[in-house]
């Protein structure tokens, strides 16, 4: 399957030197657009393994999706402080069930953790309520990834050793 190729890929990469994290999610980042086969209440953000790394958001409450989580399609998901606000207001969030839906079938996801609002969506928007889930549920829907890495250097010294990884997926 497309998620199970990305994730072969994504492994690969973690591999290059110079390379810390790497994770994926099928949303263009900053370019405006969420696009995904899930709907919540919220700004819907399918992720991989390492996404939450790569970008450097850390766990405020709960804890990450994990890989198993994340490969299976678990119908659990990790919200941004907005998000959380708008769900629960002056409570925990921690384990509320949110109504959503994946290929229009409604489906309950239970929160499992809790991290700082980010601006994913586009430079000159404010940041939105996220609502991150397991990238399995939107992968076979939509084919794309957007991959994200960190790097303990400057990020042009590891972009001659990912071409080739690159061509090669």
């Known amino acids: 399957s497309h998620a199970q190729t990305l994730d072969a890929f994504l492994a690969d990469v973690r591999h290059v030197p110079g390379i810390v994290s790497a994770g994926a999610t099928e949303s263009p980042m900053l ?5 995904m086969n899930v709907f919540m209440d919220g700004a819907t953000v399918a992720v991989t393994r390492g996404f939450f790394d790569a970008i450097g ?22 919200v941004s402080q907005r998000a959380a ?12 069930q949110i109504k959503g839906f994946v290929d229009m079938k409604p489906q309950l ?3 499992v ?14 940041t939105s ?3 991150y889930a397991p990238y399995v549920l939107a992968a076979d829907e939509q084919p794309r990834a957007n991959v994200l890495v960190e790097t303990s250097g400057m990020p042009g010294d590891v972009l001659a050793s990912l071409v080739p990884l ?4």
Request: aromatic fraction near 4%; charge should be neutral; glycine fraction near 12%.
């Open 57 to 78: 958001l850390k766990v405020l409450d709960g804890r990450l999706l994990t890989p198993e989580e994340i490969s299976s399609g678990a119908p659990v998901v990790v």
């Open 129 to 131: 309520s996220q609502i």
């Open 31 to 35: 370019d405006g657009s969420i696009m």
């Open 109 to 111: 996801f239970t929160v």
């Open 85 to 96: 606000r708008r769900i629960a207001p002056g409570q925990t969030v921690i384990g509320r």
């Open 166 to 169: 690159v061509k090669n997926a």
């Open 113 to 126: 953790g809790l991290v700082a609002d980010a601006r994913l969506g586009s430079w000159d928007n404010d």
